[in-house]
């Protein structure tokens, strides 16, 4: 990425091609939205055997749908309502740049500034990036790093990293592209982001987003920063899908912390809140001064381009594809629309937006359930991009166990590794000791009670035995499932090195072993 000023598509083409409004003709779809949308719901739930979910539906500035079904708590009883919060994960980015916004309308910020004149010790590898990245290049994925690089950083939760080992740790993640030449999904810049917010605002990250957003907005339910679960109460709790039943996983305690991650993916929102959100966003006039007309074009300009893929071509009948401050931007069946997912374990959202026609369609699911969220938010939105599209949720279900069927078929599966046994501590013995990454920092490579352990000083989460493969060493962990297993690898030198990689090939992406380099430093305590 050469050029020191991000690609950008013009204004001027965004309002030709995609800015103007299509009417759509009167339809068999013209029965009350609520019946629709019921019946999607039913259906989803049904299908992927959700322990809880919540959906809004906003067309023309009104509210024309709300629906809850299930549990917080699989099992418990109590039910799902329009004020139970979820974590909303990487939803959270596109309120992290609605502040930077208002910051930039009030004067405190400009788009192009320089990171370091708020964080003069912000460092990427390369000096010259560290000169030029702007404040806006925190917003688009275009830092040259990796996808997912330094999340082991932020997740699995919980962990010992702070705010400030995310700037340090960014000077030892190499690049693998050139500054603003590609787009790579990124979390750390938001991270940064938000100590930048917390800079040129003169507050915590967590009181700004709060003054500037939810309480303007009348979001009166979402959460950030450190709360107490129980005080706030009516909170759903995280589920995942084992031995055919919903069984929650990394439950709440009594508080929520005060999360890193939070300005790239740890806020909390209701239902309600988030409805009160879309409204917001597609009608100006409601909280009339809180973003003027500039800085809401700026969330929603196309600043760096974005792969198109087949999905999108074959379901959207989609042109373009992009990533503006928080959101992602693309047609869909001819209408703009701008939208973005949000993931962590056990936690799934999907908010998208056509604002020509004034709709809004909000997602909360308290499982890991991406075939639900991806197959409800598509269906719900052709019933107002392509009326007379018949397909239900179930017929895009089947689309995307096609795909799985496909990368099958193409090799793309996890290789068997039933056959694995603990590691011979005698034949290992060489490796044995402690070791140090740039950006994770410490690790112990060392006997424990009889075995070969691996773990990670500052995330408890990152701990598992070793076991043999044929040839090859992988890590058990402790309370990850094998999804997120690494090959562990050792390499002779002087000093040792380990290197981690993926075993799975569907692995999330914020298991980022690939950028791990482990350096012996010592032998075991």
Avoid at 418 to 447: N, V
């Amino acid at each position: 990425m050469p050029s020191p000023t991000s690609p950008r598509i013009p204004s001027r083409l965004l309002t030709l091609g995609l800015s103007c409004a299509l009417a759509i003709a009167p339809s068999a779809r013209a029965a009350d939205p609520a019946d629709t949308f019921n019946r999607l719901l039913d259906q989803t739930v049904a299908h992927e055997h959700l322990p809880g979910i919540a959906m809004a539906v906003v067309e023309d500035g009104k509210i024309v749908f709300t629906g809850t079904r299930g549990e917080r708590h699989a099992g418990q009883g109590d039910p799902i309502n329009p004020d139970t919060l979820f974590k909303i994960a990487s939803n959270s980015k596109a309120m992290t740049a609605a502040l930077l916004a208002r910051l930039v309308e009030r004067g405190a910020l400009r788009w192009d500034d320089p990171v370091i004149k708020y964080l003069p010790q912000f460092r990427m590898h390369d000096p010259w990036v560290t000169q030029q990245m702007q404040v806006r290049d925190l917003l688009i994925h275009n830092s040259g790093l990796g996808l997912g690089a330094g999340d082991l950083m932020l997740w699995p939760e919980p962990n010992a990293f702070t705010r400030q080992d995310i700037i340090a740790g960014l000077a030892h993640l190499r690049p693998v592209t050139s500054f603003r030449s590609g787009y790579a999904y990124d979390n750390l810049m938001y991270v940064v982001a938000g100590e930048v917010a917390a800079t040129a605002g003169g507050k915590p990250y967590d009181q700004l987003l709060r003054e500037d957003v939810f309480l303007p907005l009348g979001m009166d339910r979402c959460q950030v920063g450190a709360w107490s679960v129980t005080a706030v109460g009516n909170v759903a709790q995280p589920h995942a899908r084992k031995d055919g039943r919903n069984v929650v996983r990394g439950a709440d305690g009594e508080t929520s912390a005060d999360l890193t991650s939070m300005a790239a993916g740890g806020i909390r929102c209701s239902l309600r809140d988030m409805t009160r959100w879309i409204q917001v966003l597609l009608d100006p006039t409601l909280v009339p001064g809180w973003l003027g007309t500039a800085q809401r074009r700026a969330l929603w300009t196309a600043h760096m381009p974005m792969p198109l893929g087949e999905r999108q071509r074959r379901w959207d009948n989609a042109h373009f594809s992009a990533y503006g401050y928080g959101w992602r931007v693309s047609d869909l069946d001819g209408q703009w629309k701008v939208a973005h997912t949000g993931t962590l374990s056990g936690m799934y959202s999907s908010l998208a937006l056509l604002p020509d026609r004034k709709v809004g369609v909000v997602i909360l699911i308290n499982s890991d359930a991406e075939d639900a969220r991806t197959a409800l938010m598509q269906v719900a939105l052709k019933h107002y991009t392509a009326p007379d599209d018949t397909a239900d949720v179930s017929h895009y279900l089947a689309l995307l166990d096609q795909e799985r069927t496909g990368r099958r078929d193409a090799g793309q599966v996890r290789p068997d590794t039933a056959a694995r046994r603990p590691a011979s501590l005698r034949t290992t013995a060489a490796a044995h000791g402690r070791y140090r990454d740039p950006w994770l920092g410490e690790a112990l490579l060392c006997p424990e009670q009889g075995a070969l352990r691996f773990s990670v000083a500052k995330s408890p989460t990152l701990r598992g035995q070793v076991m043999q493969l044929g040839a090859r060493w992988l890590v058990q962990w402790d309370t990850l499932g094998a999804d997120a297993e690494p090959w562990l690898q050792l390499q002779p030198g002087a000093p040792p090195t380990l290197r981690l990689a993926a075993i799975d090939p569907e692995i999330d992406f914020s298991y980022d072993y690939q950028d791990l380099h482990f350096t012996r430093i010592g032998d075991c305590p």
